[in-house]
């Protein structure tokens, strides 16, 4: 019998594997990161004059799910982006989204479903602390490929029904962080009935929402109501970092039904690090604000235009819907990213170390990921130097 799989026999970190991957020099003149889905436009001017106003707010320690201020101000959101009407006690302000995705399986994963493990799936590839968190409880993950014979997300129907029996979370990624891919509301509908069917919760990691070239994305919460779902039954999680550029605010949220959001909360008491209190005061008005997010989107929709144009030759380039990552098949990942780096001094992430083994394959394997952060000019030339090293 196969032992069950542990924390400590995860690979390592996808950065730390990256780092020891391209330990050569690149050639001369300044390297380019491409790797890091760390956002470079500029975030709102006024958010350090806030900051400064509440600064005397150090000297307390801060709320544990949110100061009222900022759990109304991402209620508003909510109603505005999506059309739902959310109460305060259904929101937990969170120290970065990544805090909640993991804290998440601590807060509602039984120890047991069914007399059994439980199971957590997990798309694949897939943001790595989705797989830490299942294996942190004890729980089973199950990698579900996300390629482009599923849309590049998860078919969790496809399942065994064993299998979706001890399922208790499922976690998906929309906008999908390799691929870009959306979840429209047909997939959400259908994930919410299968969940119905066989007794699980949805995990919606919605972080890359608000970056989008045509039509907003919808979003779990807004399928829920318009098909009166339980809202136990789905938690999304959403952020300023790529929808505000302010990934060192750390501030992101977590909604759903009040039950699960006072489960959580309650382990925030014991276990996590609110954000601090004049942070706080910024990201409530940073959700308040739609001005920012519009030029922010604006500013993407250019460099993907960019690299729909240079890419266009590029055998089996899939323009992605949304987020702010590329997506490129290689022969070879890791192959690929070493040429590039080498050759060019761009620095891209190979797909594998998003993605699991399992069936045999790494669906991530035969890709990179490029991520388009930098200013216009830097992208191009970083696009460039890419197409012409490896296609």
């Not at 906008?175 to 299968?194: E, F, I, K, T």
């Not at 069917?197 to 994305?217: G, L, M, N, Q, T």
């Not at 987020?323 to 060019?344: C, M, S």
């Amino acid at each position: 019998m196969q032992e069950p799989e542990r924390f400590s026999d995860l690979p390592p970190y996808a950065f730390p594997r990256l780092r020891a991957l391209l330990d050569v020099h690149p050639p001369g003149g300044d390297p380019l990161a491409m790797s890091i889905g760390e956002p470079k436009h500029a975030f709102p001017a006024w958010v350090t004059d806030e900051i400064t106003a509440h600064a005397h707010e150090f000297n307390r320690y801060p709320v544990n799910e949110g100061r009222p201020e900022l759990l109304t101000a991402i209620c508003d959101w909510l109603g505005h982006r999506y059309g739902v009407v959310v109460q305060p006690e259904r929101v937990m302000a969170l120290n970065g989204t990544r805090e909640g995705l993991y804290n998440v399986a601590h807060a509602l994963c039984p120890e047991t479903k069914r007399g059994a493990r439980p199971v957590v799936l997990v798309p694949n590839p897939f943001y790595q602390v989705y797989a830490v968190a299942a294996l942190s409880v004890g729980a089973e993950p199950v990698f579900v490929p996300a390629t482009a014979a599923t849309g590049f997300l998860p078919d969790y129907a496809a399942l065994p029904a064993e299998v979706l029996d001890r399922t208790a979370l499922a976690y998906v990624c929309s906008p999908s962080n390799p691929q870009g891919a959306v979840a429209d509301r047909g997939y959400w509908a259908d994930l919410m009935a299968l969940a119905e069917k066989h007794d699980f919760r949805i995990v919606a990691d919605e972080c890359y929402s608000e970056i989008y070239r045509d039509a907003p994305p919808p979003g779990a919460l807004e399928v829920a109501a318009e098909r009166g779902t339980d809202p136990e039954r789905v938690l999304a999680f959403h952020s300023l970092s790529k929808r505000s550029n302010l990934p060192g605010l750390r501030s992101g949220f977590v909604a759903g039904g009040p039950g699960a959001i006072s489960r959580i909360r309650q382990l925030r008491n014991y276990a996590g690090a609110p954000l601090p209190m004049p942070l706080q005061a910024a990201a409530a008005k940073v959700w308040a604000d739609e001005a920012h997010v519009v030029e922010n989107r604006r500013l993407y929709a250019a460099k993907f235009d960019l690299a729909d144009r240079l890419m266009s030759g590029v055998p089996g380039y899939v323009s992605p819907q949304a987020g702010f990552f590329l997506w490129l098949p290689v022969p070879d990942g890791e192959a690929a990213a070493l040429k590039l780096w080498r050759e060019t001094g761009v620095r891209v992430l190979p797909g594998a170390y998003l993605g699991r083994a399992a069936g045999g394959a790494n669906p991530g394997a035969g890709f990179i990921r490029v991520a388009l952060v930098a200013p216009p000019t830097e992208t191009e030339a970083g696009l460039t130097a890419l197409r012409d090293c490896l296609y």
